[in-house]
């Protein structure tokens, strides 16, 4: 039988704004649903956040996330997310293939399994990539802009990520080529470059 488990979030905020930041109770994560958001899976669920996320063990995972209000990634920000976006492949997951725009990242990952009836779920993924990668760029950017006037100062975000992100289980081979070509052509699609391989922050 499925399992349907569900975690209780605020509800989303005004159109406009980055789904699951501006509530004013957005800070309000009691330790029973962190500790059902990061169990390992056992077997089908869904949970609900502002998206509904489907998971299956096995499973392998299209995952978009973008940057709070737009942020635009420099290029060393960029480099960061790389880093350990690889970086975690060791240990949590298996990965076919990603890429980092100016606003948001699309990864194909399978989660590693710790037994052989576990595997790691996507929200403690999720939270180990950007969660690190927040830390370091918020300190990059704040050494890039700490001889700036106040007012830039100002500039430099609280948040990186999105808390919220998109993922889609793959469920045959022709999908698994199909995503492995879009994202190889996100950035010839935004004019960066003519052939995707020779785009830095693309992984393959």
Not at 142 to 156: G, T, V, Y
Not at 158 to 165: A, M, T
Request: hydrophobic letters at 35%; charged letters at 25%; a neutral charge.
């Amino acid at each position: 039988m499925k399992k349907i488990l569900i975690v209780e979030r605020a509800p989303s905020p005004v159109h406009g704004k980055a789904a699951g930041n501006d509530h004013p109770n957005k800070n309000i994560e009691t330790d029973a649903n962190r500790e059902k958001l990061f169990s390992p899976i056992t077997e089908f669920q869904i949970t609900y956040r502002n998206l509904p996320h489907w998971q299956n063990p096995g499973s392998v995972y299209f995952v978009t996330f973008r940057t709070y209000h737009s942020l635009i990634l420099d290029d060393v920000s960029k480099q960061i997310l790389y880093d350990n976006i690889v970086y975690y492949s060791k240990t949590k997951y298996d990965l076919f293939s990603f890429i980092i725009m100016d606003d948001h990242a699309h990864l194909i990952i399978q989660p590693k399994s710790t037994d052989p009836n576990l595997f790691i779920c996507l929200p403690e993924i999720m939270h180990a990539v950007k969660g690190y990668a927040a830390k370091e760029i918020k300190k990059h950017l704040s050494l890039m802009w700490e001889n700036a006037d106040m007012e830039k100062q100002r500039l430099i975000p609280d948040r990186i990520f999105q808390g919220e992100y998109y993922d889609r289980i793959i469920r045959n081979d022709k999908e698994f080529y199909n995503t492995m070509d879009y994202i190889a052509l996100n950035s010839v699609k935004k004019g960066l470059c003519k052939n995707p391989y020779d785009y830095q922050w693309y992984y393959y």
